[in-house]
């Protein structure tokens, strides 16, 4: 896989990822470098990536020069001026995971030298609104291993010759927060619980008997024929708008019953309608005895 031609600068707060996210694109053929000053950036992104080869440029609140709001309108100047496609990608996490991964490496937050580490993190997150905003696409990373990270990036850069959105269909439990990185959220929370059942309870929405017992809910049928609906209205517009990434979240108490199950049939709606539609099941994925994505 090859990501040739294409230019990627990678941002976010410290400790989500922008490291494991270089190495991940770089074993996709890209030239990684990290902490180039931002007065040398649009020299080498005007330069474009080696032939055969992509670019990716890590940006963090370290690097030299740095300051969100120009940052950000840099990026679009130079997006006026420049043939090369260049894609902004911002790494999210929650305050909480990223505190624990400090804590847990003893490394010293950037902007928490000389203050708590919480507060380090919410000056960085607020420092860094612009940039978000600005972003091609938002990853949220509390939630990821890095083996798995690294795979829903590869996901989400692969490039799209159609011009339809890449669609990420995510099931998640609300207990562990909603995903941050999704456009829209759907709860399905009001559907019977197959948690309650002793026979089913081990079981995920994968299997057949999961799958039987929540499409038996007398209302199943009419909300998702409701939300095909919905999204049937939706995913033209958002074509028509160039939007390169929709990420869509479907929720239930524990994320391993109804969520997983709606985000099944979900993900084989949309798969007759859309190139390229992907599915991603996050608290069934998430193993924590696994590495973590780290800064």
């Not at 197959?194 to 199943?220: E, K, M, Q, S, W």
């Amino acid at each position: 896989m090859t990501l040739a031609g294409r230019v990627f600068v990678v941002t976010g707060l410290s400790g989500a990822g922008r490291t494991t996210a270089l190495k991940a694109l770089e074993d996709m053929d890209c030239e990684a470098v990290d902490n180039l000053p931002v007065r040398l950036m649009g020299t080498l992104i005007r330069q474009g990536p080696a032939e055969g080869r992509g670019l990716a440029i890590g940006v963090d609140v370290r690097t030299r020069d740095f300051d969100a709001g120009r940052f950000a309108h840099e990026i679009e100047e130079l997006r006026a001026v420049v043939d090369t496609p260049v894609e902004l990608l911002f790494l999210d996490s929650a305050n909480d995971i990223i505190a624990r991964r400090y804590t847990e490496t003893r490394r010293i937050h950037p902007m928490a030298s000389d203050r708590p580490l919480t507060d380090g993190i919410v000056a960085e997150r607020r420092l860094l609104a612009p940039l978000r905003e600005a972003a091609d696409f938002v990853m949220d990373t509390s939630h990821s291993n890095i083996h798995e990270f690294a795979n829903l990036l590869r996901d989400r850069v692969v490039g799209i010759a159609t011009g339809e959105p890449n669609v990420l269909v995510i099931s998640f439990s609300y207990r562990n927060g909603v995903p941050r990185d999704a456009d829209m959220v759907f709860d399905v929370r009001f559907l019977r619980n197959p948690h309650y059942d002793p026979a089913l309870r081990p079981l995920t929405g994968r299997d057949a008997g999961v799958g039987d017992y929540v499409a038996a809910d007398p209302d199943f049928d009419e909300y998702f024929a409701r939300l095909t609906n919905l999204l049937a209205l939706l995913l033209p517009r958002f074509r028509e708008e160039a939007k390169s990434y929709l990420t869509i979240g479907i929720g239930c108490t524990g994320g391993r019953h109804r969520s997983v199950y709606v985000a099944e049939r979900l993900r084989e709606w949309m798969a007759e309608r859309m190139t390229r539609v992907e599915l991603r099941h996050r608290e069934l994925d998430f193993d924590t005895d696994t590495d973590e994505v780290r800064g």
